[in-house]
């Protein structure tokens, strides 16, 4: 029998291979990877975060499930807005990520309605239709059973409740494209060395980042597992996308 196949940046590996590859990255940056995102981004996925907050519809009261979380943006800011009566789940399959976000939470003094899982996108421990709102922000591109961690996502999320994908995606224009290109394979990766000694995880940001869906295929897969009035924007000229999906 062949073993199953996936992709870990541009290399081929062995199915259950992926998922150890993958925490190898975030056991490696998790101590740096907010000051990196900052540099590697020039600040700008703080505005991809904020326009992500600004598409999530949340109100006091919410239940909100922040999967593959990381160190925790997206949690501080959902926290502020649910309330006490909220809850905001960060869930992440990477302890070094986790403890480096309840670090960073429970310093800025948001510690009332938060809960930390350890999870895997594929198979999440929570009841059927319980989540308002799940964002899963640069997480998707990790997972390897996509299809599995979508269809994981409607299950328990409640009817009437969205899913926020914000993840890189396709530039739209081809000038941009090539800077893109250039940027991601020639500076990404020296910048990550210098940071952090760890220029190979950059490395493989980069060619994750190509392999991922476009924006029409993470379309009709979330189609594919029951996801209705599915449509995204693209932001700075696709070089990122938010995707947005309800459950009826
Ligand atoms: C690039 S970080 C994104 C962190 C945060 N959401 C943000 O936007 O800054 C990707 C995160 O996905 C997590 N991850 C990777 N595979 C996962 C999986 N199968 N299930 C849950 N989390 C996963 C990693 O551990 C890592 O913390």
Redesign the pocket.
Known sequence: MTEATTHFGFTQVAEMEK?AL??GV?HSVAAK?DLM?DLMSFGI?RLW?RFAIDCAGVRPGHKVL??????G??TARFSRMVGDKGEVVL????DS?LKVGRDKLRNLGLVNNIRYVQ????ALPFPDNHFDLIT????LR???HKDA?LASMFRVLKPGGRLLV?EFSKPTQPLMSKVYDLYSFNVLPRIGQLVTQDGDSYKYLAESIRMHPDQETLKSMMENVGFEEVSYYNLTQGVVALHRGYKF
Not at 66 to 71: P, Q, R, S, V
Not at 119 to 122: H, K, L, P
Not at 136 to 139: H, Q, R
């Open positions: 998922e993958v925490a975030f990877y995102n996925h975060k922040d999967l593959a979380g990381g160190t943006d997206l869930a992440d399959i990477n990520m999870a895997n996108a594929e899963i922000s640069f997480g990790n997972v390897t961690a914000l």
